[in-house]
Nanobody
Framework: QVQLVESGGGLVQAGGSLRLSCAASGRTNNRYNMGWFRQAPGNEREFVAAINWTGGNRYYADSVKGRFTISRDNDKNTVYLQMNSLKPEDTAVYYC???????????????WGQGTQVTVSS
């Protein structure tokens, strides 16, 4: 089992930045690939970014490419999502997730955090 806890969400004005963190505990010695997803009210959960176990492979949704950066520190069992140039449409609950497979699809992720709210005001 892997437990994931997100932090760093909040309220920010459009154009601002936030950095989300996701701390993992439990069986973190496994080589999990990590992802960030988000869900806005009335919408389905959507993929944001993913990073493989070594950090050498990253993938982004087109909507965040060039603005968001995913990274990880395996010594700290933590994954980050640096979000710059935030837009009101980025408003959502952001979830981190862990998967054995490197994937952009939510159902392929095995473990999920509880989510952290990000609100971007115009």
């Amino acid at each position: 089992q892997v437990q994931l806890v997100e932090s760093g969400g909040g309220l920010v004005q459009a154009g601002g930045s936030l950095r989300l963190s996701c701390a993992a505990s439990g069986r973190t010695n496994n080589r999990y690939n990590m992802g960030w997803f988000r869900q806005a009210p009335g919408n389905e959960r959507e993929f944001v970014a993913a990073i493989n176990w070594t950090g050498g492979n990253r993938y982004y949704a087109d909507s965040v490419k060039g603005r968001f950066t995913i990274s990880r520190d395996n010594d700290k069992n933590t994954v980050y999502l640096q979000m710059n140039s935030l837009k009101p449409e980025d408003t959502a609950v952001y979830y981190c997730a862990a998967a054995v497979k490197f994937s952009t699809v939510a159902y392929e992720y095995d473990y999920w955090g509880q989510g952290t709210q990000v609100t971007v005001s115009s």
